[in-house]
């Protein structure tokens, strides 16, 4: 069966590095989504993609965070400079997308940042 | 604003029993999707059922249930023969019927499985 793909599983930084998260939807998946999850809280939407285009980020703080879909296929999510409050669970998911009737979102195992 | 609200952060049941989820949400819109969505530890979250707002029937999927009520903003879960592999923390989601799929979260119930 087909999967979400994220790598890497977990990330370690100190503050003020750069961090950086990939994500490959399954394939034909033409929304990717990118979820922010802080423990014992549940996801917030960052980002979401139709094929290469920005359909939402008005949660996305963009004065550090970026993210692209350059071939409307993988994605990657950057943090620079990265702050303590950034540690979180970073969740992709992707969705055929038909109608929004139909959607399904389909969720990674996700990224988990620690930043010290 | 859409706000979802799961006022029981941890529940606990009996293997092969009967648990219910809570779940409270606010909108203004006529139209929607409710879900709850499962995620194990260390696993991915996975869909565990969906509810179209226009449907008045609950939907069913095996073990699992939903007790809609939309005049009192209500969406529960119900797990019927509880089984050990259904300890997981459970979220119940929102989304809009406007063209973007965002989902909004509840803060999430972890279902502790005794066997």
């Known amino acids: 069966e087909a999967e979400v793909a994220q790598s890497p599983r977990y990330k370690i930084t100190e503050k003020s590095q750069a961090v950086a998260f990939w994500c490959d939807p399954i394939?034909?998946?033409?929304?990717l989504y990118w979820y922010r999850q802080i423990l014992g809280q549940g996801p917030e939407l960052l980002v979401q993609f139709q094929d290469e285009s920005v359909v939402d980020d008005s949660q996305l703080p963009k004065d550090r965070f970026s993210a692209e879909r350059l071939k409307g296929v993988d994605s990657t999510l950057k943090i620079q400079p990265a702050e303590l409050g950034d540690s979180a669970m970073y969740l992709c998911?992707?969705?055929?997308?038909?109608?929004?009737?139909?959607?399904?979102?389909?969720f990674g195992p996700g990224t988990r940042l620690l930043v010290l | 604003a859409q706000t979802v609200t799961q006022s029981q952060p941890e529940m606990s049941v009996q293997e092969a029993e009967t648990v219910t989820l809570s779940c409270t949400y606010d909108t203004s819109e006529s139209d929607y999707y409710l879900f709850w969505y499962k995620q194990p530890p260390s696993r991915q979250m996975i869909l565990v059922i969906r509810?179209?707002?226009?449907?008045?029937q609950n939907a069913t999927e095996n073990r699992f249930s939903v007790n809609f009520q939309k005049a009192a903003k209500s969406f529960s879960l119900k797990i019927s023969d509880s089984q050990l592999g259904d300890a997981a923390m459970y979220f119940c989601a929102y989304r809009s019927s406007s063209n973007t799929g965002k989902l909004i979260f509840g803060q999430g119930t972890t279902l502790q499985v005794k066997p």
């Open positions: 509810q179209e707002a226009y449907k008045q």
């Open positions: 998911a992707s969705s055929l997308r038909r109608t929004i009737k139909q959607e399904t979102q389909y």
């Open positions: 394939s034909g998946h033409a929304t």
